[in-house]
């Protein structure tokens, strides 16, 4: 969007430099020129110093806007387009997923198939842009995209939605809404597979359970005549999984630690997820589950 003042969105700067939205977004944050603040993209003072300014709307709320000869920046015109990305560099656009949560997202999307020879490229995938790979070390398959699958609206809703980001609208609307004010968020959440969650944590592992194809139940009675429930069961080892947040309420912590004392007494299996494990559950729950001879 450009106005008398000269000034372009970094969303009009992307169509102006005609590359991805996301690349644009991340290249700035690697740049140091903007910062995510909670929900919303504030500028850094190296940022202001490149002309990088707030502008005010009743749709958008507040956003940042750059003039337009920025795309002679030199730093800006060295962006490259063409460059094909993988699983892994991805993850440069969604932090909170390393290469294995994307390429299970990618899977469950249907856009590539996991076999005993790695990542295979499916029809869907194809049709996106992506290419078969193989490692020329190990002989491994894998899948590459072109930079524009991050702007997908199906793809980027999903990566969104499970690395626990900011909402943002289809790719050829105007302004991303991550600048104006968020909507409140609501009781419940829910995870791909349906499951109505109580808090982010929750979401969180319940997606990852989902994406490991991993059969599991929420909140699962505990084999006890008290009304305990676990917030997870995997029939698969009879392993129950609960989740404790940073802060947990005096109204429920004590359910928790009667619940961590069934575990122990009963000698039932079971994994514990803090939040500090949010962004490192393939090392939480990949090796907890090993434990009880489930594989993922």
């Not at 430099?17 to 603040?37: E, M």
């Not at 005993?116 to 290419?131: K, N, P, S, Y």
């Not at 961590?260 to 994994?271: F, G, M, P």
């Given at each position: 969007?450009?106005?008398?003042?000269?000034?372009?969105?970094?969303?009009?700067?992307?169509?102006?430099?005609?590359?991805?939205?996301?690349?644009?977004?991340?290249?700035?944050?690697?740049?140091?020129?903007?910062?995510?603040?909670?929900?919303?993209?504030?500028?850094?003072?190296?940022?202001?110093?490149?002309?990088?300014?707030?502008?005010?709307?009743?749709?958008?709320?507040?956003?940042?806007?750059?003039?337009?000869?920025?795309?002679?920046?030199?730093?800006?015109?060295?962006?490259?387009?063409?460059?094909?990305?993988?699983?892994?560099?991805?993850?440069?656009?969604?932090?909170?997923?390393?290469?294995?949560?994307?390429?299970?997202?990618?899977?469950?999307?249907?856009?590539?198939?996991?076999?005993?020879?790695?990542?295979?490229?499916?029809?869907?995938?194809?049709?996106?842009?992506?290419?078969?790979?193989?490692?020329?070390?190990?002989?491994?398959?894998?899948?590459?995209?072109?930079?524009?699958?991050?702007?997908?609206?199906?793809?980027?809703?999903?990566?969104?939605?499970?690395?626990?980001?900011?909402?943002?609208?289809?790719?050829?609307?105007?302004?991303?809404?991550?600048?104006?004010?968020?909507?409140?968020?609501?009781?419940?959440?829910?995870?791909?597979?349906?499951?109505?969650?109580?808090?982010?944590?929750?979401?969180?592992?319940?997606?990852?359970?989902?994406?490991?194809?991993?059969?599991?139940?929420?909140?699962?009675?505990?084999?006890?005549?008290?009304?305990?429930?676990?917030?997870?069961?995997?029939?698969?080892?009879?392993v129950y999984v609960d989740c404790w947040e940073d802060e947990v309420p005096a109204s429920a912590l004590s359910q928790k630690l009667a619940k961590r004392e069934v575990y122990h007494d009963l000698k039932l299996h079971y994994i514990e997820v803090n939040g500090a494990d949010a962004d490192r559950l393939d090392d939480v729950l990949g090796r907890g589950l090993l434990r009880f001879g489930i594989r993922c």
């Amino acid at each position: 969007m450009s106005a008398a003042d000269g000034k372009l969105s970094t969303t009009a700067l992307a169509k102006q430099l005609d590359i991805p939205v996301q690349q644009l977004f991340a290249t700035l944050k690697d740049y140091g020129w903007i910062n995510r603040v909670g929900e919303a993209w504030v500028l850094t003072p190296k940022g202001e110093f490149e002309g990088g300014t707030y502008r005010k709307s009743q749709r958008y709320g507040s956003y940042i806007v750059w003039p337009e000869h920025l795309d002679q920046h030199p730093l800006i015109a060295a962006i490259e387009s063409n460059q094909r990305i993988s699983a892994a560099s991805m993850s440069r656009y969604y932090p909170r997923l390393d290469a294995r949560q994307i390429n299970r997202a990618l899977a469950e999307l249907g856009l590539q198939n996991h076999s005993i020879l790695g990542w295979e490229l499916t029809e869907r995938g194809r049709a996106l842009g992506g290419q078969q790979e193989e490692s020329r070390n190990s002989g491994a398959y894998y899948t590459t995209w072109p930079h524009e699958v991050v702007d997908d609206p199906v793809v980027h809703r999903e990566l969104t939605r499970q690395s626990d980001q900011v909402d943002l609208p289809p790719a050829g609307e105007s302004e991303p809404d991550l600048f104006g004010e968020q909507p409140q968020q609501a009781t419940f959440l829910q995870g791909l597979d349906g499951h109505q969650l109580q808090t982010s944590l929750q979401t969180r592992v319940c997606n990852w359970l989902y994406l490991a194809q991993l059969a599991h139940a929420h909140r699962r009675a505990l084999p006890v005549e008290e009304s305990l429930y676990a917030d997870f069961y995997l029939p698969a080892g009879s392993v129950y999984v609960d989740c404790w947040e940073d802060e947990v309420p005096a109204s429920a912590l004590s359910q928790k630690l009667a619940k961590r004392e069934v575990y122990h007494d009963l000698k039932l299996h079971y994994i514990e997820v803090n939040g500090a494990d949010a962004d490192r559950l393939d090392d939480v729950l990949g090796r907890g589950l090993l434990r009880f001879g489930i594989r993922c």
